[in-house]
């Protein structure tokens, strides 16, 4: 790995090594990579983003890739005014999202944090909502099916093993309940998507690094983002077990095979416009003081 530090442009001030979450540059007299230690840089970005005087060179970065910061970033208020003001949009007008701004909500997911191995890491686009209407049918009878196995002790059993202690319960309690309600009938309108124009996924190959907690940051990026523009976003789990387990739908989310989707988020604009937020205490907090 590359990795250096210009010593003609350093200060020598140190602060690259302590940022560094691997501890992979010293001090010894200079600042400069441990050689023994260069295969552990997770090309953060840490030490590039701190460095006065722009004097660290990261193989894969370039500072071409980094934004300057104002002096004065943290506004709490600011910040707080956009999630008190978010909503979860699944009412939709029948007007398409421009390519500009799912351009724009895409490209906030460059500035989120990540668990490992970023590079790994893909989103799929469909802003077309007849391409959506053409995976709704697999989507509805794979939903609707999922009656029969949680109804039946066998196939409930196998489902219990091979999905997972979570994936499972989340199948029982939440999706089994509205499947058996009927609302992922195609027969009584589109409870899947919601009539969503846009559908944005997040997915990676299945044993990539850290690809869940990645597709959840990036997928909480991406909602956020399209609420910040004054669009409707939010997440749906639901379409995701049926597209993991069909090949047609894969073709259709453009998820390789060996792809595993994580997480997929509908957008488009509001149908209605909310006039309150709820402020929800389903969290415990344990401080240690």
């Given amino acids: 790995m590359k990795n250096i530090i210009d010593q003609a442009l350093c200060k020598n001030c140190g602060i690259c090594t302590e940022v560094c979450p691997n501890k992979i540059i010293g001090k010894n007299g200079s600042i400069e990579f441990i050689q023994e230690k260069k295969h552990l840089c997770l090309q953060c970005g840490q030490c590039m983003a701190i460095c006065p005087a722009k004097a660290v060179d990261i193989e894969g970065l370039s500072y071409d890739n980094f934004y300057e910061l104002p002096r004065n970033n943290g506004n709490y208020e600011n910040f ?29 997911v460059s500035y989120a944090p990540f668990g490992a191995a ?55 309690n939440h999706i089994y309940p509205i499947a058996k309600s009927g609302v992922y009938n195609l027969g009584k309108g589109d409870g899947i998507t919601r009539g969503a124009q846009t559908i944005i996924t997040i997915h990676a ?14 997928a909480t990026y991406i909602m956020l983002a399209a609420h910040a523009i ?28 060996g792809n595993e989707a994580i997480i997929s988020v509908i957008i488009g604009h509001p149908k209605y416009k909310y006039k309150r937020t709820i402020r929800r205490n389903k969290h415990k907090v344990n401080k240690v003081l």
């Fill in 118 to 172: 970023p590079e790994k890491m893909e989103i799929s686009v469909i802003n077309n909502r007849e391409k959506i209407e053409s995976a709704l049918p697999l989507i509805s009878d794979f939903l609707v099916g999922i009656k029969k196995y949680i109804e039946n002790p066998i196939t409930s059993g196998f489902l219990r093993l091979f999905a997972g202690k979570e994936e499972f319960q989340t199948i029982k």
């Fill in 230 to 257: 004054g669009l409707g976003a939010t997440m749906v789990e639901c379409i995701i077990e049926p597209i993991n387990r069909s090949k047609k739908l894969k073709q259709i989310f453009q998820i390789p095979n």
């Fill in 80 to 108: 707080a005014e956009i999630l008190r003001s978010r909503r979860s949009v699944r009412t939709f007008k029948n007007r398409p999202v421009s390519e500009e701004l799912i351009d724009e909500i895409v490209d906030s």
């Fill in 205 to 218: 190959p299945k044993n990539a690094e850290a690809h869940t907690n990645n597709g959840i940051i990036y």
